[in-house]
C-alpha cells in the first residue's frame, strides 16, 4: 500500500528555515500528484502547496506564498517544502499527501482531492 514518511520538522526561530521531505513508497511515483497541508489544533487543515506529476506546476496557498518552495525528485520518490523566513503563524503539523492523477498538468488544491497522507511532522517557530 501507498506510504508518505514526512521528516524534517522541528523547533526553529523566526526567519529561519527548514526543509521538510516525504519520502514515498508502494506506489509509482511519477503517477502521482503532491500537496503539503498543515493543521493547528482545533482547525482545519490548511493547503500549502501542491505539485503536478512532471514537478512542471506549481501552486501556493496565499500565506506562504514567496516563502515556501514545493519540489520533487521523481528518482527518489520524495517530496520536498523549503521554507523560509519561517513565522510564529507557521507553527503547525505538516503533512504530505499524493493524488494518483490521469493528467499531468492537473494542480490539487483541495485536501478532500487527496487518497493517501502521511503522519505528518511538527514544526514550531518560536518568536
Known amino acids: 500500500q501507498v506510504q508518505l514518511a514526512e521528516s524534517g520538522g522541528g523547533l526553529v526561530q523566526a526567519g529561519d528555515s527548514l526543509r521538510l521531505s516525504c519520502a514515498a513508497s508502494g506506489l509509482t511515483f511519477s503517477f502521482y500528484s503532491l500537496g503539503w497541508f498543515r493543521q493547528v489544533p482545533g482547525k482545519e487543515r490548511e493547503f500549502v502547496a501542491t505539485i503536478t506529476r512532471g514537478g512542471s506546476r506549481t501552486y501556493y496557498g496565499d500565506a506562504v506564498k514567496g516563502r515556501f518552495t514545493i519540489s520533487r525528485d521523481n528518482a527518489k520518490n520524495t517530496v520536498y517544502l523549503q521554507m523560509n523566513s519561517l513565522k510564529p503563524e507557521d507553527t503547525a503539523a505538516y503533512y504530505c499527501?499524493?493524488?494518483?492523477?490521469?493528467?499531468?498538468?492537473?494542480?490539487?488544491?483541495?485536501?478532500?482531492?487527496?487518497?493517501?497522507w502521511g503522519q505528518g511532522t511538527q514544526v514550531t517557530v518560536s518568536s
Open positions: 499527501a499524493a493524488k494518483l492523477s490521469g493528467s499531468i498538468g492537473t494542480l490539487y488544491r483541495s485536501r478532500y482531492e487527496y487518497d493517501n
